[in-house]
Antibody
Framework: QVQLVESGGGVVQPGRSLRLSCAASGLIFSDYGMHWVRQAPGKGLEWVAVISSDGVRKYYADSVKGRFTISRDNSKNTLYLQMNSLRPEDTAVYYCAKKGPLGSSAYTWFDPWGQGTLVTVSS | DVQMTQSPSSLSASVGDRVTITCRAS??????LAWYQQKPGKVPNLLIY???TLHSGVPSRFSGSGSGTDFTLTISSLQPEDVSTYYC?????????FGQGTKVEI
């Protein structure tokens, strides 16, 4: 059973940095592309970034491009999101999520999702 | 970028009612659409992918249809445990855009 566990959230001042981690188990991590999705308090879901299984291809939402960096360490079965120049509007629960089945296109649905980690950007 | 618009934003129905949620894409996305259910305070869970394929373990009262720009999620007989917010999502290419959500209440 695939399990994704995020960590690294907390309260941070505007302009500062934070790194989120997502530890994966129950799968061959290096086989799957991975995503970050966020949800501001009381709001809907917003896709943030994706990384290919080999870590080469990365895409970002316009709202975080140039500030956030997605990466992975396949030897540690861990996905990361480095968040720099944080803004109050980045306040959200951040979820990691696995792409669809092995062998499918890079462009698939998300399943499963981690439980999320809350990032609060406030002075 | 393609925009995803859900309607209604919220609805209230009775147990046993048939409930329909619509999702419209601003451009043709073929069948590259997923639906997720997010119960209050919980993690989103996949319900349907490829517009109409029910994910493993999802009750058969849920169904999806549509292609191109217009899609629907139907709950054939609403149950108390279906109280949730439902999101559509396109995945034909990046960005992976979600609809704004539809909150379903009893």
């Amino acid at each position: 059973q695939v399990q994704l566990v995020e960590s690294g959230g907390g309260v941070v001042q505007p302009g500062r940095s934070l790194r989120l981690s997502c530890a994966a188990s129950g799968l061959i991590f290096s086989d799957y592309g991975m995503h970050w999705v966020r949800q501001a308090p009381g709001k809907g879901l917003e896709w943030v970034a994706v990384i290919s299984s080999d870590g080469v291809r990365k895409y970002y939402a316009d709202s975080v491009k140039g500030r956030f960096t997605i990466s992975r360490d396949n030897s540690k079965n861990t996905l990361y999101l480095q968040m720099n120049s944080l803004r109050p509007e980045d306040t959200a629960v951040y979820y990691c999520a696995k792409k669809g089945p092995l062998g499918s296109s890079a462009y698939t649905w998300f399943d499963p999702w981690g439980q999320g980690t809350l990032v609060t950007v406030s002075s | 970028d393609v925009q995803m618009t859900q309607s209604p934003s919220s609805l209230s129905a009775s147990v046993g009612d048939r409930v329909t949620i619509t999702c419209r894409a601003s451009q043709d996305i073929s069948h590259y659409l997923a639906w997720y259910q997010q119960k209050p305070g919980k993690v989103p869970n996949l319900l349907i992918y490829a517009a109409s394929t029910l994910h493993s373990g999802v009750p058969s009262r849920f169904s999806g249809s549509g292609s191109g720009t217009d899609f629907t999620l139907t709950i054939s007989s609403l149950q108390p445990e279906d109280v949730s917010t439902y999101y559509c999502q396109k995945y034909d290419n990046d960005p992976w855009t979600f609809g704004q959500g539809t909150k379903v209440e009893i």
